[in-house]
């Protein structure tokens, strides 16, 4: 499985690297002026993002003359190097060789940290357990720590188009896409947007997974991986062909492994992870339409963050008598033994959704998509830290969402314009339950029957969104593109921890979170945008876009809004824009699949309600924040003389604090926590034929700036920092052709990830003392990043 370079489709392999005799070349001027802007670039401090390497989309083939041919979908045509270069957005396409990069047990959280300005934070190294994703610093999931996720929920996810992300809270997990091998890509978008692609909470960008879309021919790939820590997984797909303008793919995985961090009691943190798509799609004369389904499922023990330093009394169970929990104690890599300490994460989702699209005439095209999607989590929680019975305490968390809607539109083509004119409405159904107890005397009790905190709240939620757009194209290589949406969210909230919890509300009334009545809150606002490119060759396009957008702050949790503080408040809110330039060369003397974007970006986020709380759900209290987030993001890539393929990404950007008040104490001036102040890879790969067999040895180097941490002790952002790191990782991939049998070829590959063995901690945060106890008040605590791993892969193709 070739994690960078696939040989060339446009000439046959058995040309591509046989000899080994290279053909010599003069490079043309325009190559000869693209490698001067290359080595003059980064003295001149632009930065940008972009594709990788060739983006082609994965589209159905068929034999020639065959009709109809399955159709390209919206999606995947956002994965085209041609849609990147012309769009007027800022964008990043990872292609289906950089999903392979992340290993072949990691999963979207993995893949997105090769993409610049995207930040990774979490407590494990598979597609399984949860991790915390920023984009230009703006964040996304929930990586197992408490401090940090000021701006968390505001980057939409979408699946093959359909929002992933709960509408009340804004959050989504990683764990809800862990199999790379059912993807044929992932789309970024910076800043929140085209109004027509918007969904409801685009503050700081989308995530966009493609998955494999239904081709013309029939065929399959199954592959086996397995790796350190008792890595394993399996995955496939399936492809019917076309019959009768019926076209089907089946694709998924299941995989599982331990955790680089084990207990002294030889607890191995296991995770384990499956996920399921089917799509079938029919196409006709004018148009086609879709039915799809999606299900995945990601559980992982969830380590307890580790002190970086001894301090007195935090031992490894919590009693005098053990050894101090720290990584230079107890070890870097260990962990609480489970009978004292653990928490079990699972994360859930299933998605079925409809597309039509229709052709009606030859200036007027329909288009609709509706959809389900239900959303469970399970956090499982054992706490007996110390020992002590008064302080034993389980946790069952299991809240969930059901959400279903509908979103249409028209394109209509005139002279010089593209009009699109649409909206969509959501209705979903939020209950954030959640039970502690303690089964132990005195503190009888259990799930039905809890006798520490409860709660179980509900939100509705229901979203309205009208957009109109016009793609204004008054010269061939010019496209102005004004917007302008207008949304209606309304929020309805009532408590029903008297109800769900009955008999534990009769005899501890004051232990119910939602300490207030039930409420109705509607919110309308207007969000315009205008964005534009301007190719001023066929090879350099400048671009630039601004829009404003708006979120529901996040609900639920042990506290704030509507449950502990009273439902008065504004939309958040971003307004942001984007400046740059692109370039994109095809085969042009040693540039064979050129792809370049430099932009610079500015995003101020205002209205930002902050919520606090401790590792054990506690509600803390909230802050009010106005940040501002702004740098410069490059990428680069291409193809150099059919068989080497060269990538970097950078990214550079400060995020600080215009206001940040809790407590009636304002930390104005103080940097965004968690956000690094720089991210670069860079990666190399190369093909040769020996023997007949293609191998491509790649390397590939990924860097992360320092960051601030959070401050739990005071509940506000931090000077400290955590320290910066890189990572080295290298690769061997393999292809054995079949010409003649069943199976196509055979595809093996040979990861090694962080191959010098650095440790390293990609989270830090100072702790209140809450979750430890003992002396670590204002001490920090740390979540650290997998040791040297390894993977071997072997897949065939039929």
Same mark, same amino acid.
């Given at each position: 499985?070739?994690?960078?370079?696939?040989?060339?489709?446009?000439?046959?392999?058995?040309?591509?690297?046989?000899?080994?005799?290279?053909?010599?070349?003069?490079?043309?001027?325009?190559?000869?002026?693209?490698?001067?802007?290359?080595?003059?670039?980064?003295?001149?401090?632009?930065?940008?993002?972009?594709?990788?390497?060739?983006?082609?989309?994965?589209?159905?083939?068929?034999?020639?003359?065959?009709?109809?041919?399955?159709?390209?979908?919206?999606?995947?045509?956002?994965?085209?190097?041609?849609?990147?270069?012309?769009?007027?957005?800022?964008?990043?396409?990872?292609?289906?060789?950089?999903?392979?990069?992340?290993?072949?047990?990691?999963?979207?959280?993995? !893949?997105?940290? +090769? /993409?610049? %300005? &995207? =930040?990774?934070?979490?407590?494990?190294? #598979?597609? *399984?357990?949860?991790?915390?994703?920023?984009?230009?610093?703006?964040?996304?999931?929930?990586?197992?720590?408490?401090?940090?996720?000021?701006?968390?929920?505001?980057?939409?996810?979408?699946?093959?188009?359909?929002?992933?992300?709960?509408?009340?809270?804004?959050?989504?997990?990683?764990?809800?896409?862990?199999?790379?091998?059912?993807?044929?890509?992932?789309?970024?978008?910076?800043?929140?947007?085209?109004?027509?692609?918007?969904?409801?909470?685009?503050?700081?960008?989308?995530?966009?997974?493609?998955?494999?879309?239904?081709?013309?021919?029939?065929?399959?790939?199954?592959?086996?991986?397995?790796?350190?820590?008792?890595?394993?997984?399996?995955?496939?797909?399936?492809?019917?062909?076309?019959?009768?303008?019926? !076209?089907?793919? +089946? /694709?998924? %995985? &299941? =995989?599982?492994?331990?955790?680089?961090? #084990?207990? *002294?009691?030889?607890?191995?943190?296991?995770?384990?992870?499956?996920?399921?798509?089917?799509?079938?799609?029919?196409?006709?004369?004018?148009?086609?339409?879709?039915?799809?389904?999606?299900?995945?499922?990601?559980?992982?023990?969830?380590?307890?963050?580790?002190?970086?330093?001894?301090?007195?009394?935090?031992?490894?169970?919590?009693?005098?008598?053990?050894?101090?929990?720290?990584?230079?104690?107890?070890?870097?890599?260990?962990?609480?033994?489970?009978?004292?300490?653990?928490?079990?994460?699972?994360?859930?989702?299933?998605?079925?959704?409809?597309?039509?699209?229709?052709?009606?005439?030859?200036?007027?095209?329909?288009?609709?998509?509706?959809?389900?999607?239900?959303?469970?989590?399970?956090?499982?929680?054992?706490?007996?830290?110390?020992?002590?019975?008064?302080?034993?305490?389980?946790?069952?968390?299991?809240? *969930?969402?059901?959400?279903?809607?509908?979103?249409?539109?028209?394109?209509?083509?005139?002279?010089?314009?593209?009009?699109?004119?649409?909206?969509?409405?959501?209705?979903?159904?939020?209950?954030?339950?959640?039970?502690?107890?303690?089964?132990?005397?005195?503190?009888?009790?259990?799930?039905?029957?809890?006798?520490?905190?409860?709660?179980?709240?509900?939100?509705?939620?229901?979203?309205?969104?009208?957009?109109?757009?016009?793609?204004?194209?008054?010269?061939?290589?010019?496209?102005?593109?004004?917007?302008?949406?207008?949304?209606?969210?309304?929020?309805?909230?009532?408590?029903?921890?008297?109800?769900?919890?009955?008999?534990?509300?009769?005899?501890?009334?004051?232990?119910?979170?939602?300490?207030?009545?039930?409420?109705?809150?509607?919110?309308?606002?207007?969000?315009?945008?205008?964005?534009?490119?301007?190719?001023?060759?066929?090879?350099?396009?400048?671009?630039?876009?601004?829009?404003?957008?708006?979120?529901?702050?996040?609900?639920?949790?042990?506290?704030?809004?509507?449950?502990?503080?009273?439902?008065?408040?504004?939309?958040?809110?971003?307004?942001?824009?984007?400046?740059?330039?692109?370039?994109?060369?095809?085969?042009?003397?040693?540039?064979?699949?050129?792809?370049?974007?430099?932009?610079?970006?500015?995003?101020?986020?205002?209205?930002?309600?902050?919520?606090?709380?401790?590792?054990?759900?506690?509600?803390?209290?909230?802050?009010?924040?106005?940040?501002?987030?702004?740098?410069?993001?490059?990428?680069?890539?291409?193809?150099?003389?059919?068989?080497?393929?060269?990538?970097?990404?950078?990214?550079?950007?400060?995020?600080?604090?215009?206001?940040?008040?809790?407590?009636?104490?304002?930390?104005?001036?103080?940097?965004?926590?968690?956000?690094?102040?720089?991210?670069?890879?860079?990666?190399?790969?190369?093909?040769?034929?020996?023997?007949?067999?293609?191998?491509?040895?790649?390397?590939?180097?990924?860097?992360?700036?320092?960051?601030?941490?959070?401050?739990?002790?005071?509940?506000?952002?931090?000077?400290?920092?955590?320290?910066?790191?890189?990572?080295?990782?290298?690769?061997?991939?393999?292809?054995?052709?079949?010409?003649?049998?069943?199976?196509?070829?055979?595809?093996?590959?040979?990861?090694?990830?962080?191959?010098?063995?650095?440790?390293?901690?990609?989270?830090?945060?100072?702790?209140?003392?809450?979750?430890?106890?003992?002396?670590?008040?204002?001490?920090?605590?740390?979540?650290?990043?997998?040791?040297?791993?390894?993977?071997?892969?072997?897949?065939?193709?039929?």
């Amino acid at each position: 499985m070739t994690a960078f370079v696939n040989p060339p489709a446009y000439r046959p392999r058995e040309q591509s690297v046989m000899s080994r005799h290279r053909p010599t070349f003069k490079p043309s001027r325009l190559t000869q002026s693209v490698l001067a802007a290359l080595l003059v670039m980064p003295f001149a401090a632009a930065h940008a993002q972009t594709s990788p390497e060739s983006l082609g989309t994965v589209q159905a083939g068929g034999q020639e003359g065959q009709k109809p041919q399955p159709a390209k979908s919206h999606e995947a045509t956002k994965l085209e190097q041609t849609h990147v270069f012309k769009s007027d957005q800022s964008i990043k396409v990872l292609s289906k060789r950089e999903l392979q990069a992340a290993g072949p047990v990691g999963g979207s959280a993995q !893949a997105l940290s +090769l /993409a610049p %300005g &995207v =930040g990774v934070t979490g407590y494990g190294a #598979t597609g *399984s357990t949860k991790t915390s994703i920023s984009i230009n610093g703006i964040k996304q999931g929930w990586g197992g720590f408490s401090g940090g996720q000021i701006d968390n929920g505001s980057i939409a996810v979408t699946f093959d188009g359909v929002p992933m992300s709960n509408p009340s809270t804004g959050l989504w997990e990683s764990p809800e896409v862990p199999q790379l091998g059912l993807l044929q890509g992932i789309g970024i978008t910076y800043g929140p947007g085209s109004a027509k692609d918007r969904w409801y909470n685009n503050i700081g960008g989308e995530i966009a997974f493609v998955p494999l879309q239904p081709t013309a021919k029939a065929g399959g790939t199954v592959g086996l991986s397995v790796g350190s820590y008792g890595a394993r997984n399996l995955s496939l797909s399936l492809q019917s062909g076309m019959h009768d303008g019926w !076209a089907t793919v +089946l /694709a998924g %995985g &299941v =995989g599982s492994s331990d955790s680089y961090r #084990t207990s *002294s009691d030889g607890f191995k943190n296991h995770s384990h992870n499956y996920a399921w798509f089917l799509k079938t799609r029919k196409t006709f004369e004018k148009g086609d339409f879709s039915l799809g389904f999606y299900q995945a499922e990601g559980q992982g023990y969830r380590p307890v963050p580790i002190p970086l330093q001894p301090i007195s009394g935090v031992t490894l169970d919590g009693t005098p008598n053990t050894p101090l929990y720290s990584q230079s104690t107890s070890g870097y890599y260990s962990s609480i033994p489970a009978n004292v300490w653990f928490k079990d994460d699972t994360n859930k989702t299933r998605i079925i959704y409809g597309k039509a699209n229709i052709q009606v005439d030859e200036t007027l095209s329909l288009h609709n998509l509706v959809w389900y999607r239900m959303g469970e989590r399970l956090h499982y929680h054992y706490n007996n830290y110390g020992l002590s019975n008064p302080a034993n305490l389980y946790e069952y968390n299991n809240p *969930s969402t059901q959400v279903y809607g509908d979103k249409a539109w028209a394109d209509i083509s005139l002279p010089h314009n593209l009009v699109s004119l649409g909206g969509f409405f959501l209705k979903s159904h939020y209950n954030s339950r959640n039970a502690f107890y303690n089964t132990n005397p005195p503190y009888n009790g259990s799930q039905g029957v809890p006798n520490a905190k409860y709660r179980s709240d509900y939100w509705d939620q229901t979203d309205l969104a009208l957009f109109m757009q016009d793609k204004i194209s008054p010269i061939a290589n010019f496209e102005i593109t004004p917007g302008i949406r207008f949304i209606n969210y309304q929020t309805n909230y009532y408590p029903a921890g008297q109800s769900d919890f009955s008999q534990a509300y009769a005899l501890y009334p004051q232990h119910d979170q939602g300490k207030l009545p039930a409420a109705n809150v509607t919110h309308h606002e207007t969000e315009p945008s205008i964005a534009a490119n301007w190719r001023i060759t066929p090879t350099l396009a400048l671009f630039g876009n601004y829009a404003v957008a708006y979120k529901e702050p996040q609900v639920g949790g042990g506290g704030g809004i509507y449950q502990s503080t009273p439902p008065v408040y504004n939309l958040e809110k971003s307004t942001d824009y984007n400046l740059g330039f692109k370039m994109h060369v095809k085969n042009d003397g040693m540039l064979r699949n050129f792809l370049l974007s430099v932009s610079y970006y500015h995003l101020h986020y205002t209205n930002q309600y902050i919520t606090l709380s401790d590792a054990n759900g506690n509600f803390l209290g909230d802050a009010n924040g106005d940040s501002v987030y702004k740098g410069f993001n490059i990428a680069v890539a291409d193809d150099i003389l059919y068989n080497l393929h060269a990538f970097a990404n950078m990214n550079f950007e400060s995020a600080d604090f215009n206001n940040y008040t809790t407590g009636g104490v304002s930390y104005a001036g103080l940097p965004v926590s968690n956000v690094p102040n720089k991210t670069f890879n860079v990666g190399f790969a190369y093909e040769d034929y020996i023997s007949g067999i293609l191998l491509t040895p790649r390397i590939w180097y990924q860097y992360v700036g320092k960051q601030h941490m959070f401050d739990n002790n005071i509940g506000a952002p931090s000077q400290k920092t955590i320290p910066a790191y890189g990572l080295l990782n290298v690769g061997l991939d393999g292809e054995v052709p079949f010409s003649h049998a069943a199976v196509h070829d055979v595809r093996f590959s040979v990861n090694v990830l962080n191959v010098l063995n650095k440790q390293y901690n990609p989270f830090e945060e100072v702790t209140s003392g809450g979750l430890l106890g003992g002396n670590s008040q204002g001490q920090i605590l740390g979540l650290p990043g997998a040791p040297r791993t390894l993977y071997a892969s072997l897949s065939a193709s039929f």
